[in-house]
C-alpha cells in the first residue's frame, strides 16, 4: 500500500516508516517539523537503504497544501501521528492544543474524503481511559476523565472519527491506544528527542544518565503499588511502529467482508496497544542501571497532579484480531533507549 503519513518526522513515525518499508508498503511523508528535524528523516533512508523518504513540509491545518499532495500522489491509507503532545504545556496552551489537533485533524479528513482516501489509523492514547476502572484495561473499559487538554483532544478526535465513520460507513476507522512508548532503533541512529525538560520517565532516566540532568525526580512512592510508585504497560517503539503496520490488515476487502459483525462494528477497530506488563518507576531505574551499567541518582518527589497509580493493558484484542503482540521486554526497552542517548547526547544535529 502507499501510505500518507502525517507526523512522520516524529518518534513514533520514524520507527513506523521502517515498518512499512520492511513489509513492502511506500510512504509519504508530510510534516510541519514543529516538533522533529529533517536529519531523522535522512537517518530512516539510510536505515531502510532507500535514497530518500517522500517528504513535504506541510501543516495539516494547511487545506491547500493538503490539496497539493493529494493531487501528486495516490493513497491506500493515513497514518496520522501529526499532532502536540505536551502534557504540561496542553495546560497552558488550550486553544494551541485544540486548534493544532482537532482543527488540523479535520481539515484533514475532510481533504482525505473528497479525495477518495477513507482509511485511516489514528494515534490515540491510554490517557482516554482516564482513571480507569479496570487493571488490565481491555478496550471495552469506558473512557474517564482526562487530565488535562492534551488528554482530551484524543478522546475527542476518537469521537470524532467513530461519529464519521457511523454517518459514512465506506470510512475505515481504527483506533489504536498507546500505552507508554520507550526504546529507539536497534540501530541507535533514530529515538526520542524531547525539546527542554523532558515530561516523560525514560527520557529523563536517559538525560541523568549522560550526564545532561543531575538526578531523577521519582512523581510519589505511596501509591497503592508494590513499591509505591507509579506502574505503567511500557512498550518498544519497534513493536509499536509494527502494530501499525499489522493494523493495516483492517482495510483489507476480505476481511471487512467476512468479519461477521455489524457494518458498523466491522469498519471500526479499537486497540490497545501495550505489552500487558506493569512495571514501576523504580523497576526501570533499575533495569536501565543493571543493563547499561551506568549509575541513574533519584530522589522521591511529590505526586505529580494528574498521574495515576496503576496504568496497564490486556493487548488481547490486537493478537487475536492483527496478529501482533509485542516482542521486546524491558531489557530491550532500557538498552535502546540508552543507546541512541548515548549516541546522540543532543539529539539530532541542526540539518
Ligand atoms: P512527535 O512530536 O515526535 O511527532 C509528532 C509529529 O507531528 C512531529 O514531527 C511534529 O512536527 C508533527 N506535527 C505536529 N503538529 C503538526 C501539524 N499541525 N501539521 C503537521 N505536522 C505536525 O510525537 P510522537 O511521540 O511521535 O507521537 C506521535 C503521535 O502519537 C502523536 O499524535 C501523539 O500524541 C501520539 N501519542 C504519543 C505518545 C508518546 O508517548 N509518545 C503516547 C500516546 C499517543
Ligand atoms: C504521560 C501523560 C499522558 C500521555 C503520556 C504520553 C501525564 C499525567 N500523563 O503519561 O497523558 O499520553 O505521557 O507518553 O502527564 N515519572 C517520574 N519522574 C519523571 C517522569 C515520570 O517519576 O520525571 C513517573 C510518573 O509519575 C509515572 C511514570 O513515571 O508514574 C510514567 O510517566 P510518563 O512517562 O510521564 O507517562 P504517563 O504519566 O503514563
Not at 499532532?83 to 486548534?99: D, M
Not at 528527542?193 to 512523581?219: D, H, S
Not at 521486554?329 to 539529539?347: A, E, H, L, T
Request: net charge negative; hydrophobic share 35%; glycine share 10%.
Amino acid at each position: 500500500m502507499n501510505i500518507l503519513v502525517t507526523g512522520g518526522a516524529g518518534f513514533i513515525g520514524t520507527h513506523t516508516l521502517i515498518e512499512l518499508y520492511k513489509a513492502g508498503h511506500t510512504a509519504v511523508v508530510i510534516d510541519n517539523l514543529s516538533n522533529s528535524n529533517p536529519v531523522a528523516l535522512q537517518r530512516v533512508a539510510e536505515i531502510i537503504g532507500i535514497s530518500q523518504i517522500p517528504f513535504c513540509k506541510v501543516d495539516i491545518r494547511d487545506r491547500e497544501g493538503l490539496e497539493k499532495v493529494f493531487a501528486e500522489h495516490k493513497f491506500d491509507a493515513c497514518i496520522h501521528f501529526a499532532g502536540l503532545k505536551a502534557v504540561g504545556e496542553s495546560v497552558e496552551k488550550p486553544w494551541e492544543y485544540y486548534e493544532n489537533n482537532i482543527g488540523g485533524t479535520l481539515v484533514l479528513v475532510d481533504v482525505m474524503r473528497k479525495h477518495g482516501c477513507k482509511n485511516i489509523i489514528f494515534s490515540s492514547s491510554a490517557t482516554i481511559y482516564g482513571d480507569p476502572v479496570e487493571i488490565p484495561i481491555t478496550e471495552n473499559c469506558p473512557k474517564g476523565q482526562c487530565t488535562n487538554p492534551y488528554g482530551w483532544t484524543k478522546s475527542m478526535l476518537e469521537q470524532v472519527l467513530m461519529d464519521i465513520q457511523k454517518a459514512d460507513p465506506e470510512w475505515n476507522v481504527v483506533l489504536l491506544r498507546y500505552f507508554n512508548p520507550v526504546g529507539a532503533h536497534q540501530s541507535g541512529r533514530i529515538g526520542e528527542n524531547p525539546n527542554g525538560i523532558p515530561n516523560n520517565l525514560m527520557p529523563y532516566i536517559t538525560q541523568v544518565a549522560v550526564g545532561k540532568r543531575t538526578e531523577l525526580g521519582v512523581f510519589g512512592n505511596d501509591y497503592p503499588t508494590p513499591d509505591g510508585t507509579g506502574v505503567r504497560d511500557y512498550i518498544h517503539v519497534c513493536d509499536l511502529a509494527a502494530a501499525h503496520v499489522a493494523a493495516l490488515k483492517c482495510f483489507a476487502v476480505e476481511r471487512l467482508e467476512v468479519k461477521g459483525e455489524t457494518e458498523e462494528a466491522s469498519h471500526l477497530n479499537i486497540y490497545n496497544v501495550g505489552t500487558g506488563n506493569g512495571y514501576s518507576v523504580l523497576d526501570m531505574v533499575k533495569a536501565f542501571v543493571r543493563v547499561n551499567g551506568v549509575n541513574v541518582p533519584y530522589s522521591i518527589k511529590p505526586r505529580r497532579a494528574g498521574d495515576i497509580a496503576t496504568c496497564y493493558c490486556n493487548p488481547a484484542k490486537a493478537k487475536a484480531e492483527l496478529g501482533w503482540e509485542a516482542r521486546y521486554g524491558i531489557d530491550d526497552m532500557v538498552r535502546d533507549s540508552w543507546r541512541w542517548q548515548k549516541q546522540n547526547p543532543d539529539g539530532y544535529p541542526e540539518d
